[in-house]
């Protein structure tokens, strides 16, 4: 149980041109979803946490109109990166939690994101 | 402010065994987790302490300290596919897992 679902799991797209990237959790009710950023040899940085029904909460310095975060459901969270740029370029990593008497998070697939 | 210190990157030989320590100083304590990343790929849970003493569970065992804010995950009779990133996490306060940058694992043959 606990599966979390990414997609896509790469995307390659150009300069200034949205990117939408969907993170579900398969067998349970997410109430959290956590969005994360990595680059390469880095460990994980948040960017910003959001529960099903509300407004996101973006960590400092994450641009909340140009990565648009979307909870509309207990199993579907999407984060929206506006305006690509190449410095948009990362590995992004979608986590749900809430599974009841869990405080884990349990982490979809990643997606790789090109910016050319 | 809130830390967490693990070495950037260990070698050890396939068969044999290593231990990976974590520091950790956050605000407030709901337990420390070890996740394995190998790369280019997302992270995968491997344990979760939040009482002091070691949980073991097949070739892997996490142990937890919180008077000292120090935890370490062993890892027994290593293998080549054990070779990847070990992540310490502690999750606060609130509920929100701070994470260390990561200690990469070199298994040699």
């Known amino acids: 149980g606990a599966v979390v679902s990414q997609h896509p799991s790469r995307v390659i797209c150009k300069s200034g041109t949205s990117v939408k990237i969907e993170c579900r959790s398969l067998?349970?009710?997410?109430?959290?979803m956590f969005w994360y950023r990595q680059f390469p040899k880095k460990s994980l940085m948040l960017m910003a946490t959001s529960n099903e029904g509300s407004k996101a909460t973006y960590e400092q310095g994450v641009e909340k109109d140009k990565f648009l975060i979307n909870h509309a459901s207990l199993t579907l969270s999407t984060l929206t990166v506006t305006s690509a740029h190449p410095e948009d370029s990362s590995f992004y990593i979608c986590?749900?939690?809430?599974?009841?008497?869990?405080?884990?998070?349990?982490f979809g697939p990643g997606t790789r994101l090109t910016v050319t | 402010g809130q830390n967490i210190d693990q070495p950037t990157e260990m070698t050890a030989t396939e068969g044999a065994i290593v231990q990976i320590n974590c520091t950790y100083q956050?605000?407030?304590?709901?337990?420390l987790f070890w996740y394995q990343q190998h790369a280019g790929e997302a992270p995968t849970f491997l344990s979760y302490?939040?009482l002091d003493g070691l949980e073991e569970k097949g070739r892997f065992s996490s142990f937890l300290s919180r008077s000292k804010g120090y935890s370490y995950l062993l890892l027994k009779e290593l293998q080549m596919k054990d070779s990847a990133s070990y992540l310490c996490?502690?999750?606060?306060?609130?509920?929100?897992?701070?994470w260390g940058a990561g200690t990469k694992l070199i298994i040699k043959p």
């Open positions: 067998d349970f009710q997410a109430t959290t």
């Open positions: 302490n939040v």
């Open positions: 986590s749900a939690g809430g599974l009841a008497g869990h405080n884990e998070q349990y």
């Open positions: 956050t605000s407030g304590f709901n337990g």
């Open positions: 996490a502690s999750l606060d306060s609130n509920y929100q897992l701070i």
